[in-house]
């Protein structure tokens, strides 16, 4: 297949604006018919906001004539529907709000607005992003384009299955419990979770709040680095290659907590930590304590959805059974146990940063699995019972509960289906990080994308 702009890099694509050998019009277009194309089958975007994505691409196009463009300017991104566009529906994922239109943008979408982004629409998510699957009541479950009988994960998976696919070229997504490193390592591509407290959402949607941040999924790290530059100091300076990588010391842990992981995705995260060996990082094995995240995150996440959304518990709408649950555990929950995990959360973030006194970088596979049937969450992995909760994905939460960066990047695959490596860093290190993460992806070359581009053809054409 000759893979168009869709499939391109941000930087060839602004190159090519900047040439005159493509206009933002052109691809504003081709990602409007690539989304009629595959959303069908995918159902990654709730909400296409063409007009406006139209009216963005004519500025880009006036923009790059007059040298004014922005570091952004006539890029197809997909907004994650928990976030605010200006005059357009925000749902978040519930009956609820499934007319609710906003009147302004939410911070990280006005900062991607400003930098002259194109609005392609709104992707999936699941009810109050409550889920690491992206599956509500207002429509079918979000798919995986390598497979779309599997989940894209969630709870950004609208925004990564509508990168994977080339519907556009960068999603925004947000990560409260791993929700943009779960989906991202699931459609092989990278997903990154800024140091928390680093991206903010002014007037946004509130979720997670101890623990979540804005960030990009993107095909490449590259990308990943021009996007989150734009959402923290408006593209400048940040956003540049990464230069030279000092040799980094890098704790390599393969089971975190002990818990059981498929023999494919630990082979292959492993490999990849060889790789990094091999690019001249000091790597050791080692067994880290992540234990204790569970009893700080549960408690928090509960008493936030209970004081923000507990009144729907009695409302004419109906909810998914997963947050009718949510809401109904934060009725019982004991104050007493909220106040402890809010002490607990100081002291494991204070744990998490003495590892870093002894490593610049940590390394654990970015998921237990690769992605699962729609509706099958695991109860058994690699022959051990696992919680469906969090059995498939227990290794990016410890990271939200201690604010560290965390990026995950596609490392091979199992059984055609993307396996991915997480790498963490000292908060604060966001851009010393992505570095390490850009030369294990040059060094890997994995190319996810080079088998994806003909399939997606074929199996849309196959829903139809």
């Known amino acids: 297949m000759d893979e168009g702009p869709l499939w391109w890099p941000v930087r060839q694509l602004i190159d090519a604006y900047r040439s005159g050998a493509l206009s933002p019009v052109e691809v504003c277009e081709q990602a409007s018919e690539r989304i009629a194309h595959l959303n069908p089958l995918l159902h990654a975007v709730v909400l296409t906001t063409g007009e406006l994505a139209r009216s963005q691409a004519v500025a880009a196009e006036t923009a790059y004539r007059s040298g004014t463009a ?141 623990f979540i941040s804005a960030g990009p999924l993107a095909r490449c790290v590259a990308d990943a680095r021009l996007m989150h530059a734009v959402l923290t100091d408006g593209g400048s300076g940040a956003g540049d290659d990464s230069g030279d990588v000092a040799p980094c010391r890098i704790a390599w842990c393969a089971k975190p907590e002990g818990r059981p992981i498929d023999d494919g995705v630990g082979v292959v995260a492993g490999a990849a930590v060889g790789v990094l060996a091999s690019c001249g990082h000091d790597v050791h094995p080692v067994d880290l304590d992540l234990a204790g995240w569970e009893e700080i995150f549960g408690p928090l996440v509960l008493a936030d959805e209970g004081q923000r959304r507990g009144h729907l518990l009695g409302g004419p709408h109906e909810l998914t059974w997963y947050c009718r649950r949510s809401l109904e555990a934060a009725e019982r929950l004991d104050p007493a146990v909220v106040a402890a995990a809010r002490t607990a959360l100081e002291a494991y973030r204070e744990r998490v940063d003495r590892w870093f006194g002894a490593y610049d970088v940590i390394a654990t596979p970015a998921t237990a699995t690769t992605a699962f049937e729609l509706g099958c969450r695991p109860s058994a992995i690699a022959g051990e019972p696992v919680s469906k909760l969090w059995g498939a994905f227990p290794f990016a939460v410890p990271f939200n509960v201690s604010g560290h960066p965390a990026v995950v990047l596609p490392a091979g695959f199992v059984e055609g289906l993307p396996a991915a490596i997480q790498l963490v860093g000292r908060r604060g290190s966001d851009h010393e990080l992505l570095a390490v993460a850009e030369q294990l992806e040059a060094a890997l070359d994995v190319r996810p994308f080079a088998r994806l581009a003909s399939f997606a053809e074929g199996n849309a054409a196959n829903a139809r």
């Open 70 to 210: 922005g570091p952004l300017a006539g890029v197809p991104v997909s907004i994650k529907d928990a976030f605010h566009i200006e005059g357009h529906v925000t749902t978040l994922g519930s009956l609820a709000h499934a007319d609710d239109v906003r009147p302004h943008d939410s911070g990280a979408a006005r900062r991607l607005r400003q930098a002259g982004a194109l609005f392609v629409g709104k992707t999936n998510v699941p009810e109050f992003c409550q889920s690491a699957t992206t599956d509500n009541l207002l429509g079918p479950d979000t798919a995986n384009p390598f497979d779309p009988r599997r989940t894209a994960g969630g709870s950004s998976g609208g925004a990564a299955s509508s990168v994977a696919a080339a519907m556009c070229t960068l999603g925004l997504g947000s990560d409260g419990g791993g929700s943009i490193r779960i989906p991202a390592s699931f459609c092989g591509l990278v997903g990154f979770k800024p140091t928390y407290g680093t991206v903010p959402d002014e007037g946004g949607f509130r979720a997670f709040s101890p």
